[in-house]
């Protein structure tokens, strides 16, 4: 049987290294055809000799240029530009989506566009550009298919289900390491508590993104698109063990529902291998060595990222574009301890109050809005 050829974008991160540790498990199945990260010329480069990978894409153009010139083995594609066109060159059998944030998208869009299987994790592309996304799958006959935990959980409930039969989705979440803090501590968090989450982890964007929930409503955002599944048919449970990924309820009220360690190379195989599984040697999961499973209903008064998803959701057009735009800048500006954790929810409450309501359809379109609402939380947090 012939390996699937993969290219991996967000390779030097969490998702990204995990992704190499299942290659590396499974290495009669698949082969790594292109690795591309942010910055980190070494890292990349190092990956690309210890999988034998001949194409490497780097957004940073300056330490795009520098691994060129220091190493003759590999084709450097620089920027933002060359990841889209390195996606053309290398033209493998399956992308994997994980590079952290907006600047996701391009490179996702442009696999899709050839008809080229994508298996995402990249959260913020479903938020903001979700509908194009998805249509553009469906002229192509390209699939996507989730790796997010929570959304693999969903995608495995579903098989072999109608979905008009869909009645509810369950979408559990850990809660993040605040769940239980007394509201007049979290403007209190620093970037260093926020950055250690109890279950997962994971790159610093979303551990902080997990913290305020903002995570949670951008999950929603991905069963919206990926199942096409009404905001109002889907509901989150805070579920802090992060043993039952999510849930579905079906129109004669049963329920399925998928658990496992929280483990991401789960998820991650699964959408490697889809629709087929392959056998793993990943801890089994034993529900006598679980702590009592508990759920709970989210506190949105305490955390208003939810909520705004949904509203942001729901109101459509440009508007989910700047909910992550603005979310992108807040925790950038939480990182460099410019604004207190309680303030991400406020700038992005600001930031879709401020917007003019614009529609968008295309990739420029897009851009556009994303980069006002990041301009627009920036220069509020510089005015103030
Ligand atoms: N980690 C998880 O458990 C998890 C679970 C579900 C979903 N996700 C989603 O998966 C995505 C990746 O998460 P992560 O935790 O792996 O993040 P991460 O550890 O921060 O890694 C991000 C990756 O993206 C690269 N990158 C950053 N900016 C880039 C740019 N402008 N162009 C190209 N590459 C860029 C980074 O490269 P450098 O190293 O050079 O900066 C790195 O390889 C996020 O959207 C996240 O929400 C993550």
């Known amino acids: 049987m012939s390996r699937k050829r993969i290219l991996l974008l967000g390779s030097t991160g969490s998702i990204g290294t995990q992704t190499l540790d299942v290659i590396s498990r499974h290495s009669d199945r698949f082969r790594v055809v292109g690795l591309a990260a942010g910055s980190n010329a070494d890292a990349v480069s190092e990956q690309a000799a210890r999988f034998d990978v001949r194409h490497v894409g780097l957004a940073d153009t300056v330490q795009a240029s520098r691994l060129q010139a220091e190493n003759s083995l590999v084709e450097v594609f620089g920027g933002s530009d060359g990841l889209v ?133 951008f999950e929603v955002f991905e069963v919206r698109w990926l199942f096409d599944v009404s905001f109002d048919r889907i509901e989150v449970v805070v579920h802090h063990q992060s043993v039952i990924h999510s849930l579905v309820e079906f129109s004669d009220t049963s329920v399925i529902a998928q658990l496992g360690w929280p483990d991401m190379r789960v998820p991650i195989q699964y959408a490697l ?94 851009e556009e809005v994303n980069d006002w609402a990041v301009r627009f939380v920036t220069e509020s947090a510089d005015k103030s």
């Open 273 to 366: 291998s889809y629709p087929d599984r392959l056998a793993s040697d990943l801890k089994p999961l034993d529900l006598t060595k679980t702590s009592p499973l508990t759920f709970a209903a989210p506190d949105t008064d305490r955390f208003p990222c939810l909520q705004l998803a949904y509203e942001a959701g729901r109101a459509g057009g440009g508007y989910p574009v700047v909910l992550t735009g603005a979310d992108e800048a807040a925790v950038r500006l939480f990182l460099q301890e410019r604004i207190g954790f309680a303030e991400i929810a406020g700038c992005i409450e600001q930031a879709l109050e401020a917007f003019d309501g614009q529609t968008v359809t295309g990739l420029d379109e897009i």
């Open 85 to 217: 066109e390195m996606v053309h060159a290398v033209a493998p059998d399956l992308v994997v989506g994980a590079i952290s944030g907006f600047a996701g998208l391009p490179s996702i869009l442009a696999a899709l566009e050839l008809g080229i299987n994508v298996a995402l994790a990249n959260k913020e592309p479903l938020v903001a550009a979700g509908e194009l996304i998805m249509t553009t799958a469906e002229r192509t006959g390209a699939e996507v298919i989730p790796i997010d935990s929570e959304l693999s959980a969903i995608l495995q409930c579903l098989a072999g289900e109608k979905r008009s039969d869909i009645s509810r989705v369950l979408l559990t979440a850990s809660g993040g390491p605040f769940a239980k803090l007394p509201p007049e501590q979290l403007s209190q968090v620093t970037p260093q508590q926020a950055l250690a989450h109890p279950n997962w982890k994971m790159g610093q964007k979303v551990t902080i993104d997990s913290a305020t929930l903002a995570n949670k409503g």
